[in-house]
């Protein structure tokens, strides 16, 4: 007698797949799901606040960056948790890694308040000494 387990589980796994693409197609396809992960809620957070003031401006001179841009490469950065300070009063700092296309990789030391951020200082990921930004 022969067994009929493999082609159940080949008929569960099409139907698995087939229904896996309507839910995809259907449900997430076109929505916006806010970030899961510690690191996406930092980011996330970040990206929707506003600048505090113009402070920071040397910085985005520096970097050759518009509010915009810096957005962006916080969004694909990734959120260093051994370097930032999340319970900082009265604002958290992080500290996010991004890549730049002149600098390479470079550090960026963010203060984020309930609805404001501001750019504290950017360093080399591999020398944290080494600012290359001479900002005060």
């Not at 693409?21 to 076109?30: A, E, P």
């Not at 510690?38 to 910085?59: F, L, N, T």
């Not at 958290?92 to 951020?117: A, G, W």
């Amino acid at each position: 007698m022969e067994s009929k387990l493999p082609r159940r589980f080949f008929l569960f796994a099409i139907g698995f797949a087939i229904s896996s693409v309507f839910v995809y197609f259907f449900m997430y396809k076109n929505r916006d799901l806010p970030a899961f992960w510690p690191s996406g809620k930092v980011k996330e957070k970040i990206v929707q606040s506003k600048r505090i003031s113009d402070a920071d401006s040397c910085y985005y001179k520096c970097l050759n960056w518009n509010e915009v841009e810096l957005k962006t490469a916080i969004e694909t950065g990734g959120v260093n948790f051994n370097k930032s300070k999340p319970r900082k009063t009265p604002c958290s700092e992080y500290r996010i890694d991004v890549i730049h296309p002149k600098l390479n990789e470079i550090m960026l030391n963010i203060q984020s308040c309930d609805s404001t951020f501001a750019l504290l200082a950017v360093t080399d990921i591999k020398d944290f000494s080494k600012s290359h930004c001479n900002c005060p």
